[in-house]
């Protein structure tokens, strides 16, 4: 098995792959204060979880938005598994040219979910992942990364509704039954939900009319599958993208 790791801003996401089939995804929360020992510990009680011998884990590969981890999430994989993590960093072979500025700026998320569009999807492609922070990807017709546009996440618009300001309380991030509120619940509900998903829609009718023709769409992140159904745009939802990337980068460099 490999073990691919996707550490997050807020969560840090598993996924256990055999060949290409992806056999279970497993989340636990970001904590930069963990040692490589406690999370040892966490990875080791998923893999029981999902009945996974930790010898059984033949390599591993970690995307990284979060420097203080990677480190740390390296000595925890080699604690359990004996294996040495590969780090999605500069120099890797991921499979896809970076057209953009600073290439080595570009965070490894947005680099692995283009490489899942483009070698599971063909491209060219606008990967849409809705996680802490909402990033709109563009893979060019000869498999390339040509820029990104990030935007606030859903929970961060949600949750700094409620701590921003006076009398709005947290809410649940479903869609309410009408867009035009009539109780506070709703009427933060609808701009969250319905929001966003005008903001995605609005953002590919701007990103198409720059590329010059429509984009096949793709949506990932915890948050998309709340968010993109209510888009009219189409838009075809894969949540493990960015685990698939990883696998795919895997395979490349071992």
Do not use: W
């Not at 840090?12 to 040892?40: K, P, W």
């Amino acid at each position: 098995m490999v073990l691919a790791i996707d550490i997050g801003n807020t969560h840090i996401t598993l996924g256990g792959f055999y060949g290409d089939e992806l056999r279970f995804v497993a989340r636990m929360s970001t904590d930069t204060q963990n040692t490589e020992h406690e999370y040892a510990a966490k990875i080791l009680n998923t893999l029981s979880l999902y009945d996974v011998k930790r010898l059984s884990v033949s390599g591993a590969i970690i995307s990284s938005v979060v420097p203080a981890l990677n480190r740390i999430m390296q000595k925890a994989v080699k604690l359990i598994c004996d294996v040495d993590a590969i780090l999605v960093a500069p120099g890797i072979k991921t499979g896809i040219n970076i057209k953009c500025d600073n290439p080595s700026s570009v965070g490894s998320d947005i680099i692995c979910a283009c490489v899942a569009a483009h070698h599971i999807y063909g491209s060219p492609s606008l990967i849409v992942d809705m996680g802490t922070a909402t990033k709109m990807m563009v893979v060019d017709d000869r498999g390339a990364f040509i820029g990104v546009s990030i935007m606030p996440g859903v929970m961060m618009g949600l949750q700094g509704l409620a701590s921003g300001t006076a009398q709005l309380p947290q809410v649940s991030l479903d869609a309410p039954p009408s867009v035009i509120g009539k109780n506070t619940a709703d009427c933060m509900k609808s701009g969250v939900v319905f929001g966003n998903a005008s903001m995605v829609d609005g953002m590919i009718d701007r990103i198409n009319e720059e590329y010059g023709r429509p984009l096949p769409v793709y949506a990932t992140g915890g948050h998309s599958a709340s968010i993109v159904v209510h888009c009219r745009h189409e838009i075809t939802l894969d949540s493990d993208m960015v685990l698939k990337g990883l696998n795919i980068i895997y395979k490349n460099n071992i």
